[in-house]
């Protein structure tokens, strides 16, 4: 199992409150002090906490650019080497392309949000090759955004995907997965649709929600807001599975009503129950004759 109590939860929060490195640093620590719980379930809390971070100090911060670019210029001048950037996302507790991002929208002015966004993930193509190289060494010292880190997500998002589909197949479950409902027009779509609901502990299951992620509060609200809810209105009750574990409370949340139960692993066979046609012998004698 790897569910949390709010203890255990806010055991993990106040480390990375207290950590004064890098996040890419603080990972570390989580594992090394925290070795009974996964990996991938540290990095989704520290994910969550980082930008939660972010949001709280982006405008602040964002409002400064210009000072942050000439005290940028001021460094280099003065002899100081390619991590400058990474330093200073240090001093002011953000991620370091978050920094390199307002500083290329600002230096840059004339560019376009998409054309920033092409210079962070080819550092080479940066007009000014310093500044260039710091954002390359901020790209592959970055762990909690970018282009590197959103490729990671993605796969692992897409792995898991395919793990529930394996996982429900197994089981001899019949679904309709998003590309199958997106092409009869929906256009929020859980990752499985049953056709054939069947019945977890008692309750009623019509659809699976994949989340490679660990459940918090504030993000599962967000879920059920964006897409949990509309799931449920649309399709009845369903389930949606945290893989990397989640904190006890949202499970028994309000805003789950009676449409969304919170697990941490796809369901064992003895919780599952199915639909049993009751199909008369003479039927199924008939069915199975040899075609002449």
Same mark, same amino acid.
């Given at each position: 199992?790897?569910?949390?109590?709010?203890?255990?939860?806010?055991?993990?929060?106040?480390?990375?409150?207290?950590?004064? !490195?890098?996040?890419?640093? &603080?990972?570390?620590? @989580?594992?090394?002090?925290?070795?009974?719980?996964? =990996?991938?379930?540290?990095?989704?809390?520290?994910?969550? /906490?980082?930008?939660?971070?972010?949001?709280?100090?982006?405008?602040?911060?964002?409002?400064?650019a210009?000072? @942050? @670019?000439?005290?940028?210029?001021?460094?280099?001048?003065?002899?100081?080497?390619?991590?400058? @950037?990474?330093?200073?996302?240090?001093?002011?507790?953000?991620?370091?392309?978050?920094? +390199?991002?307002?500083?290329?929208?600002?230096?840059y002015?004339?560019?376009?949000?998409?054309?920033?966004?092409?210079?962070?993930?080819?550092?080479? $193509?940066?007009?000014d090759?310093?500044?260039?190289?710091?954002?390359?060494? +901020?790209?592959?010292?970055?762990?909690?955004?970018?282009?590197?880190? *959103?490729?990671?997500?993605? &796969?692992?998002?897409?792995?898991? /995907?395919?793990?529930?589909?394996?996982?429900?197949? %197994?089981?001899?479950?019949?679904f309709? #997965?998003?590309?199958?409902?997106?092409?009869?027009?929906? *256009?929020?779509?859980? *990752?499985?649709?049953?056709a054939?609901? &069947?019945?977890?502990? !008692?309750?009623?299951v019509?659809?699976?929600?994949?989340?490679?992620?660990?459940?918090?509060? %504030?993000?599962?609200?967000?879920y059920?807001? #964006?897409?949990?809810?509309?799931? !449920?209105?649309?399709?009845?009750?369903g389930?949606?599975?945290?893989?990397?574990?989640?904190?006890?409370? $949202?499970?028994? +949340?309000?805003?789950?009503?009676?449409? $969304?139960?919170?697990? #941490?692993?796809? =369901?064992?066979?003895?919780?599952?129950?199915?639909?049993?046609?009751? $199909? =008369?012998?003479? +039927?199924?004698? /008939?069915?199975?004759?040899p075609?002449?």
């Open positions: 199992m790897v569910i949390l109590n709010y203890e255990q939860f806010s055991e993990i929060q106040q480390v990375i409150h207290k950590f004064r !490195g890098h996040s890419i640093d &603080c990972n570390r620590e @989580l594992v090394r002090r925290f070795p009974q719980h996964s =990996p991938e379930m540290l990095g989704s809390i520290l994910s969550r /906490e980082v930008q939660q971070r972010l949001k709280q100090s982006h405008s602040r911060i964002s409002a400064r210009e000072d @942050l @670019l000439a005290d940028y210029g001021r460094k280099i001048k003065s002899g100081a080497s390619l991590d400058v @950037l990474l330093k200073m996302s240090l001093s002011l507790r953000i991620p370091p392309l978050s920094l +390199c991002r307002m500083l290329l929208l600002k230096k002015s004339h560019k376009t949000k998409a054309e920033v966004s092409e210079m962070l993930r080819h550092p080479d $193509i940066i007009p090759s310093v500044l260039g190289a710091n954002v390359g060494y +901020c790209l592959y010292n970055e762990n909690m955004e970018g282009p590197i880190t *959103d490729t990671i997500r993605r &796969c692992i998002g897409e792995e898991y /995907e395919m793990k529930l589909k394996q996982m429900a197949k %197994d089981m001899g479950m019949v309709y #997965d998003e590309g199958d409902l997106r092409r009869t027009g929906y *256009d929020k779509t859980p *990752d499985l649709k049953l054939i609901p &069947c019945l977890y502990k !008692g309750r009623a019509n659809w699976i929600e994949s989340k490679a992620s660990f459940g918090d509060m %504030d993000s599962h609200q967000k059920v807001r #964006d897409q949990l809810i509309s799931y !449920g209105n649309r399709f009845g009750a389930i949606v599975i945290y893989w990397f574990g989640y904190l006890d409370m $949202i499970a028994d +949340c309000a805003e789950n009503g009676d449409f $969304i139960t919170v697990v #941490d692993n796809f =369901p064992a066979p003895e919780e599952l129950e199915f639909l049993k046609f009751n $199909i =008369p012998d003479t +039927c199924l004698e /008939e069915l199975n004759k075609v002449s």
